[in-house]
């Protein structure tokens, strides 16, 4: 599964941006995501890959990347 | 043989304490902004009740409105029940209180604790005693004066929270109309999540609980988002599949008002477009039990629900608990 395709979707479709600003270093307050945007991101994450991402992880992820680099280790 | 009846709603009320405090008025309290509050949850301003008047003041104004709106006397009455997590006192029960204060001298009367899922439990419960026939006209009630239990230096909590009553009366009513479907669900493992830690024999009132700010309300904000949202979606969709209809049947979807993005959310993920959602949280904020009925009544009062609509009431809360009821109009 290609995983930053997957993301960059549901960061497009979550957040309402165009896809071109989404890369791997592109941090999240960059794209305007308030604390609950990332809340909805995170959820809609959890059900895609079918895990569960604690708070603590989710204080940590700053850029796309991050995401990525943590579905990448842990789906 | 009886005939096979629903219970219906056959009148609607409410009450709102005139005083409003805005989110200006917050940024003098704590530090925040009229800007943050909007974009986080939708709320603009709330009511606060004053200060001598407490959770049966609001609840008999909006029992009154609810029986006249339903052509009912007091003395018609057979069960009222009420939902608050703010009770006048803990005994007797506000339910008690309002029966007096109504002169509803024929009814049962008592209170049920379901925090913001309060008046979806307390229909839910009045639906099985019309349908038995046990009791023929109830009244159902959902108050709040959260004001008094919210920490005012709290920002986490304190822009979210208001006051004001709804109330609904149940008659039976032909079967194709009336409450068609109820569900309640409960999950006492999020009981630490949102609460009022003091008060109560766990934490009896003492010098010690009133230093550490016990007897306000507690909440661990992320966590109930994702419940709330999660729920809101899950149980519209259990409920519309167990009636056998689908979610984009629905005429209008009045959800617990506690955050609009938990609204939007969960509306998008239903993918229910907005003229479906009933959304008044940016006048009251969160109203706890009195949210449902005061938002119903107001639904009904401007002809957004008319004979015929498909009406689906949705709670979700402290607890946890959660709960949906799907109504013929
Ligand atoms: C309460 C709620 C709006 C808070 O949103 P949140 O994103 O979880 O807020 P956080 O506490 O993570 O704070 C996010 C940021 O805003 C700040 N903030 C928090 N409260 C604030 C306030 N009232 N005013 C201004 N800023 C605030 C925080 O300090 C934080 O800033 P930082 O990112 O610079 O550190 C949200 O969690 C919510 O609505 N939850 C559901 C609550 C609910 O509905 N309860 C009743 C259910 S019946």
């Not at chain 1, 479709?13 to 794209?31: I, N, R, S």
């Not at chain 2, 309060?118 to 639906?127: D, H, I, K, R, S």
């Amino acid at each position: 599964m290609d995983i930053f395709a997957k993301v960059k979707e549901m960061i497009v479709e979550q957040l309402g941006v165009e896809e071109e600003e989404v890369k791997k270093e592109t941090a999240f307050k960059d794209l305007n995501a308030d604390s609950l945007d990332i809340v909805e991101l995170v959820m809609a994450m959890e059900e895609e890959f079918d895990l569960e991402i604690s708070d603590e992880q989710v204080e940590k992820i700053k850029t796309v990347g991050d995401v990525i680099q943590y579905l990448e280790a842990n789906v | 043989m009886h005939e096979r009846v629903s219970a219906g709603i056959i009148g609607t009320g409410s009450y709102l304490p005139d005083q409003v405090l805005n989110n200006y008025d917050l940024e003098k309290l704590v530090e925040t902004s009229n800007q943050w509050i909007c974009s986080r949850t939708g709320i603009q301003e709330r009511r606060i009740a004053d200060e001598d008047v407490s959770a049966s003041d609001l609840a008999v104004r909006a029992a009154e409105a609810a029986l006249e709106a339903s052509g009912l006397s007091a003395g018609q009455l057979d069960l009222i029940i009420v939902a608050t997590i703010t009770p006048d006192m803990f005994f007797p029960s506000t339910a008690c209180i309002v029966q007096d204060r109504i002169g509803a001298k024929n009814a049962v009367a008592f209170d049920i604790s379901a925090a913001c899922t309060g008046f979806v439990y307390g229909l839910t419960m009045a639906e099985q005693f019309v349908k038995l026939g046990t009791y023929r006209h109830i009244l159902v009630i959902g108050v709040e004066v959260l004001s008094k239990f919210v920490d005012w230096s709290d920002r986490n909590t304190c822009i979210l929270f208001g006051d004001g009553a709804g109330a609904a009366v149940l008659g039976p009513v032909t079967s194709q109309k009336g409450i068609q479907f109820s569900r309640l669900g409960s999950d006492g493992s999020g009981g630490d999540l949102l609460k009022i830690p003091a008060g109560g024999s766990k934490i009896p009132s003492s010098q010690y609980s009133l230093d550490n700010g016990l007897h306000f309300i507690k909440m661990s904000g992320k966590d109930i988002f994702k419940f709330a949202v999660k729920v809101m979606e899950h149980s519209t969709c259990d409920a519309m599949e167990a009636c056998g209809l689908k979610v984009s049947d629905i005429d209008l979807l009045i959800p617990h008002q506690a955050n609009l993005r938990i609204i939007n959310s969960a509306a998008k993920r239903l993918k229910l477009p907005p003229e479906k959602v009933w959304v008044n949280i940016h006048r009251y904020g969160n109203i706890s039990a009195a949210s449902i009925p005061v938002a119903l009544d107001e639904a009904v009062t401007l002809g957004k629900i008319r004979e015929g609509s498909l009406v689906v009431l949705l709670g979700f809360g402290a607890g946890l608990t959660w709960g949906v009821n799907v109504i013929r109009w």
